[in-house]
């Protein structure tokens, strides 16, 4: 599919984070691996990564710091401070079986490699788990961070 039709639909299937919970598109870029959007509320953040090489779209979310999304760094220890999460950890914790698979993991007789809705079928999957996981999170509420931070810090113990 051409760049904008990836933009285009995106912005469509997301388009309830404006209209349910006040966001605005901070950021709608082409790179050269993939796109990036970026929503923000007062108090939250959205980021959307489609990436070519993975097939996948990574959502990550975020507390606002000062009205803008902090990125966790890259080397993770027991104490270092965390503002994002990935929608992946969170739906692990809420539904494990509704989580999405690299595109190419269903093979070519999935409607996700339908030529004519394929890609946004794909999208409309990450866009309903972000609203039936997330509501607490893209309402401000962040109770469930540090649980959310447990998970992610094991995981990078496991790393070193």
């Keep these: 599919m051409a760049a904008k039709d990836f933009i ?14 006040n966001f605005r598109l901070s950021k ?11 929503y923000l509320s007062d108090s939250t953040g959205v980021k959307i990564i489609y990436e070519y090489r993975e ?5 990550m979310l975020y ?6 999304i902090i990125e966790n760094p890259r080397n993770i220890q ?11 950890d969170l739906i692990r914790l809420k539904n494990p079986q509704a989580l999405i698979k690299p595109a190419y993991e269903y093979g070519e007789q999935s409607e996700y490699y339908d030529e004519k809705d394929g890609l946004a079928l794909y999208v409309d999957a990450f866009s309903s788990n972000l609203r039936a996981y997330a509501k607490d999170i893209l309402s401000g509420n962040f109770e469930i961070f540090p649980e959310l ?8 113990r496991g790393y070193k």
């Design 149 to 156: 931070e447990g998970i992610v810090k094991q995981r990078a």
């Design 63 to 68: 507390k606002l710091i000062d009205g803008d």
């Design 8 to 21: 285009i639909i995106a912005k469509e299937q997301f388009s309830f984070l404006e209209s349910e919970y």
């Design 78 to 88: 027991d104490k270092t401070t965390l503002y994002g999460y990935e929608l992946d």
């Design 28 to 38: 709608c870029d082409k790179e050269n691996w993939g796109y990036e959007l970026i």
């Design 55 to 59: 097939a996948y779209i990574f959502i």
